[in-house]
């Protein structure tokens, strides 16, 4: 890792240094337009306002008192902390409002959010941008990859590398895909970003779905950073994993996991966001059967472990009103924009029935009466639940656990949580799923079952293997490519940047990709379905529609992505 970071610093400099020279206009664009305790002094100020005009409710009692105790817990000493809140518990602004103030406290530098899923991502950094103003707000979610051994002297392909971030940014709101690659890969491009985590607050929202075959390596990365880089990491997450408990994780076992919250606040605040029962369907249904119960239903979110059932749900219910869906078929413009339709049809009490893949059960704000979830991770179905009366206006809201007959058997360590939170569904009550002391069981059988470093990185990174490293550690099995798809002004974006490409432009093409596998890329572009417009870029030629998004069968990661 000393070796990274000395690499890290040496090629940001040089790419800065080549931006200079090609691009001398950019380089002044480079100076951040505020610093963290401008940042500070500006959050505090519209909290002040927000609780100013919030109705004095139960919810928004918890989250001004989680809020309170994450101010408190800022001028403790650096390290490792866990934020466990219930959903809808106001992590969002509460974990920022700790990271700015810590931040503040012990003159770090900048407070980087690493977010699952890309649906996240873009609410959260609206979120910000609506505090801070849009210039404040770096966020980077993808990026246009260049393959590094290429002709250096194309002045085409060298623009298109600049386009790359280093993160030389107060506030970054990032995927932990990107931060990740940082850690381990042994491209240039991508680790640039690396000497830009120390003297740094990482926010690691959602953290729980790391992925448990490569948490060993993934975690003795944070151990490093916290005990001799100034860093300091947040554990976020309403179903945490607890990954010093487990004997399986030694490399974190000596780190002091410190609560940002007491454990008794944590089971209170539990108890007290009791929103809804759950219920549990014996027995697997049919996708017509399913169907049929959904056309009964005034407003109900349905999620899918994958996109092919969600998509077939949907062509049953082609016909009906209020029909939407959502899952990374969809640009995250064209999620963005069914996410606005369905919030105000729930608001006008119009009937409103979401499809959705799992791109919608973590972090997303949205309040169903009734939500149904496909049996698997038990953290995800809790997520899911999450969205079920979220702001506690019914007494309780209806959360239905089901099972389809022809449910596609998700792979490797899905599978294996799916049927560890099986095994412990049949064992418990559902109420069981309201005490988060649950996770702590669920989580040391999981990480009992799966082999949380099933690649062997660590005996690679001990040999000093850097590209083997890089190529065991993936967070997405396998490689995937960004497409942008024709949604609105993706094909005027598109001509302005293939014209003069920028890290500018590309940010503006960014709202219209969807991600697909490498070797699915490859194939459908040979069949004449895309247009290879850079490296790892993709123009998608085929049908994109309104419900579907691409048409064309594709395949399904169940990945980080989202």
Not at 145 to 158: C, G, M, Q, S, T
Not at 371 to 386: E, F, N, T, Y
Not at 530 to 548: F, K
Request: overall charge negative.
């Amino acid at each position: 890792m000393w070796i990274r970071l000395i690499f890290s610093a040496l090629v940001d400099a040089d790419y800065l240094d080549t931006e200079r020279h090609f691009q001398p206009e950019l380089s002044p664009l480079r100076t951040p337009v505020a610093s963290i305790t401008d940042l500070w002094n500006q959050f505090t100020a519209d909290q002040e306002q927000l609780t100013s005009r919030t109705d004095d409710t139960a919810v928004n009692r918890m989250r001004r008192e989680v809020y309170e105790e994450c101010v408190r817990s800022a001028s403790r000493p650096q390290g490792v902390y866990r934020l466990t809140v219930p959903t809808g518990g106001g992590k969002t602004r509460s974990s920022l409002a700790f990271a700015l103030k810590h931040a503040v406290e012990h003159g770090l530098d900048r407070v980087i959010v690493a977010i699952p899923y890309t649906s996240i991502i873009e609410q959260t950094a609206d979120v910000y941008r609506g505090i801070f103003g849009n210039d404040a707000v770096l966020e980077h979610h993808s990026q246009i990859e260049v393959d590094d051994e290429k002709e250096e002297a194309d002045e085409r392909l060298i623009q298109q590398r600049l386009a790359a971030e280093n993160w030389d940014a107060p506030l970054i709101v990032t995927t932990t895909v990107q931060l990740f690659d940082s850690l381990f890969s042994n491209r240039p491009s991508k680790v640039r970003k690396l000497h830009n985590l120390s003297r740094s607050v990482v926010i690691l929202d959602e953290v729980q779905t790391l992925p448990t075959e490569l948490l060993k390596p993934t975690l003795d990365a944070l151990a490093m950073l916290v005990r001799h880089c100034q860093t300091t990491v947040v554990l976020s997450s309403a179903t945490q994993p607890f990954f010093e408990e487990s004997r399986f994780l030694d490399v974190f076992s000596e780190i002091e996991v410190k609560e940002m919250l007491p454990l008794p606040t944590v089971n209170r605040h539990f108890q007290q966001m009791q929103r809804v029962d759950y219920e549990i369907w014996k027995s697997p249904v049919s996708l017509p059967q399913l169907v049929r119960f959904i056309r009964e239903q005034k407003q109900l979110l349905v999620v899918f472990n994958t996109r092919k059932e969600a998509k077939e749900c949907v062509e049953l219910l082609q016909e009906d009103d209020g029909v939407f869906h959502l899952s990374t078929l969809l640009c995250s413009a064209h999620r963005r924009r069914i996410l606005e339709e369905v919030r105000e049809r729930l608001k006008k009490n119009q009937p409103v029935r979401l499809i959705s893949t799992q791109v919608v059960e973590a972090g997303v704000d949205l309040d169903f009466p009734i939500v149904m979830r496909q049996m698997g991770p038990l953290d995800r179905i809790v997520q899911a639940a999450g969205r079920c009366n979220r702001e506690g206006k019914m007494d309780k809201g209806n959360v239905i656990i089901f099972e389809t007959e022809d449910m596609p058997s998700p792979r490797g360590s899905y599978r294996t949580a799916t049927e560890t939170a099986r095994f412990l569904l049949a064992q418990r009550h559902p109420d069981d799923l309201h005490d988060p002391n649950i996770f702590r069981e669920y989580f040391r059988r999981l990480f009992a079952s799966v082999d949380v470093d099933s690649k062997n990185i660590q005996k690679d990174r001990e040999m000093l293997d850097y590209p083997l490293v890089a190529e065991k550690y993936r967070l997405i099995d396998q490689d995937t490519v960004s497409v942008i798809v024709p949604y609105e002004e993706a094909s005027e974006y598109l001509r302005m940047w293939e014209s003069s490409p920028s890290r500018y432009s590309f940010r503006r093409l960014q709202p219209y990709m969807v991600q697909l596998y490498r070797f699915e890329a490859e194939k459908k572009e040979k069949d004449g379905w895309l247009r290879e417009v850079a490296d790892n870029v993709y123009e998608w030629l085929g049908d994109y529609d309104e419900r579907i998004g691409i048409k064309e069968e594709v395949y399904d990661p169940l990945s980080l992505i989202g």
